[in-house]
């Protein structure tokens, strides 16, 4: 079982509409979560990352966290074609970062 | 401007040719990393670097090597390239690892023949 899972997608949502992202890990001893956003042919930018429960707001962006059912999520609103990307889920375990497959977002106009 | 360069940037080489792909960053971070990323799998993590000197294997090391002698370089080596390595390299560094923005270099494409 990999340790950090993610829907491959891809998922395609309309211009303006909510994009749900989702990702389980199975190490309970992970600490933090990242989500980074990879366009084609570049690297992995930092969206944002989350250690507590609960939610957490950056602008059009929403993390989730919930570490009774090993889930986190990251919620775009409004979405907009720039979104459309690859997006990973990361976990913290020690030192490292296992990062999810990656799920494939298309913000169709 | 903050920074992180890998070179070369592509390579084409054969299998048994060792290889050396550098990477720098400029911000006086102490975390460093490799990763590899290829398609289906998403981005597994080589090795990674805590600080000058300290290293440590990530998820998928076998085949591959790093240093640490300074603290703003962390060379990937492969003593001894094969063909399941081609793969695109990614290297990154934040000033530690929980809940830092890590900083990702431009990637290298390395094919081994």
């Known amino acids: ?109 | 401007e903050a920074q992180v360069t890998q070179n070369p940037r592509y390579l084409i080489t054969v299998t048994g040719k060792k290889l050396t792909v550098t990477c720098s960053q400029n911000m006086n971070h102490e975390y460093m990393s490799w990763y590899r990323q290829d398609p289906g799998l998403g981005l597994r993590q080589i090795y990674y670097s805590m600080n000058v000197e300290v290293t440590d294997k990530g998820d998928v090391p076998e085949g591959y090597k790093v240093s640490r002698k300074e603290k703003r370089n962390f060379p990937l080596i492969l003593e001894s390239p094969s063909p399941n390595q081609t793969s695109l390299y990614f290297c990154a560094s934040s000033l530690s690892l929980a809940g830092d923005t890590q900083y990702f270099g431009p990637g290298t494409r390395l094919t081994v023949l």
């Open chain 1, 1 to 109: 079982q990999k340790e950090v899972e993610q829907n491959s997608g891809p998922l395609s949502v309309p211009e303006g509409a909510i994009a749900s992202l989702n990702c389980t890990y199975s190490d309970r001893g992970s600490q933090s979560f990242f989500w980074y956003r990879q366009y084609s042919g570049k690297s992995p930018e930092l969206i944002m990352f989350i250690y507590s429960n609960g939610d957490k707001e950056d602008g059009r962006f929403t993390a989730q966290l919930n570490k009774a059912s090993q889930y986190v999520s990251l919620l775009i609103r409004d979405s907009q074609p720039s979104d459309s990307a690859t997006y990973l889920c990361a976990a913290h375990q020690g030192g490292k970062l296992i990062f999810g497959q990656g799920t494939e977002l298309s913000v169709k106009p």
